[in-house]
């Protein structure tokens, strides 16, 4: 058993849980939001920050807190309950949309603008490829510290840091006009469009992968694994601001070669080749491939990890054959039908997510607990399985009264409600209930 790690083993642990964090929708999200943001770039950028980096953090750190995973942070719901909710968030953001969606960005922007002739043949056998690749990093955590975190994370930071400062040295046009919401209301639509990255739902996932990782190098004391988790988070969060930062900025200055452009990935696409040609593309290529597949590799293996802990008579390694397996299925779907089959399901999950973690947080100051966590996380289902089936397409006219129910955040207000009454009202209810008669 060991006592600390070492300085470059810290450093590793961190770049690692940045590679994990960096995946697809990082990096094509950012570009159009700068894009429309233009002039009101700053308050955009803040915005997005907060949900992309910030909640994943303090996701990170209630993770630490609980000292294991979703189960264990819903311990006071009913333990069925516990684990379905685990075993949700896990297929969401696993084989069923984000796994996929990394190998599928990949493959969209590393490989096909240089196939002659692409087509259904080419993706699955880009598939197989990609999660043979996935699925050989995956079968120890403890070569994932050494190949992720000491080999494949500072190659992408390398490749990341020569375009971020390409940007900024040489931008290719002033910041545009703003659009649409970005003209009157920057800064929250910058808030909600980091909801896109799907990265506080990666923290619930991530953070227990990283604590074994944590454990595979001797160290068994949990205040030590606590502490090196939020040293891991503290250096993600820095490089993600750093990289979010640069896409916002990429995108801001894109609108004299990237004009009536609605997907980032083209934006990123156009302006690196407008700055650096054919290598511009390759290097493109390189930082996206890399990115998606450290992500793939973190979430088949927080899954894998989650299932043994489950039932620890599971194989691991056929539970990472078998994720890979689903993976490289459903990648075949494709990247459009993949992302609208799965965003209504999303909107039910994440304030779930936020309020177990709002939950876990506040921990201590909740008397009442299993009451509490119950009836904070049926407002937060309730409310969120509302916007699930608007965001489906299902006609729900009949609540727009409700506090930003049109912007897909009806959960919000009456879930921070529903805290606050824990804390508060059930407080006092539950101290009264343990006096002696």
Known sequence: MKNSLSSFDILALGFMT???????????????????????????????????????????????????????????????????????????????????????????????PFLDNPGVSSLAIFSVLFFLIVGYLSLSTGKLLDTVGKVITPLLIVLLAILSISVFMNPLADLGNASLDYIDSPFTKGFLEGYNTMDTLGALVFGMLIINVIKSKGIEDKKTQYKYLIIAGSIAAIGLTFVYVSLFYLGGTSHEIASNVTNGGEIIAIYVQAMFNTPGLILLALVVALACLTTAVGLVSAMSDFLTRLKPTWDRKLLVIVNCVLCAVVTNVGLSELISLSIPVLFVIYPIAIALVALT????????????????????????????????????????????FDKGMAWALPTVAAIIIAVFVFKDSSEKLNQPA
């Open 18 to 112: 940045f590679a994990f964090f960096l995946g697809a929708g990082n990096i094509i999200f950012p570009p159009l939001a700068g894009a429309m943001a233009g002039e009101n770039l700053t308050l955009a950028t803040l915005g997005f920050l907060v949900t992309a980096v910030g909640l994943p953090l303090i996701a990170l750190i209630a993770v630490a807190k609980a000292g294991g995973g979703i189960v264990d942070m819903a311990k006071y719901l009913p333990s069925k309950v516990a684990t379905l909710l685990a075993l949700a968030v896990f297929i969401v953001i696993g084989p069923s949309f984000a796994t996929p969606r990394a190998a599928l960005v990949a493959y969209e922007i590393s490989v096909k």
């Open 361 to 404: 947080l506040l921990d201590s100051f909740i008397s009442n607990k299993k009451l509490s966590y119950r009836f904070v996380m049926s407002i937060a289902l309730f409310f969120g399985v509302l916007d699930g089936v608007k965001a489906a397409g299902v006609n729900l006219h009949h609540f727009d009264f409700l506090p930003l």
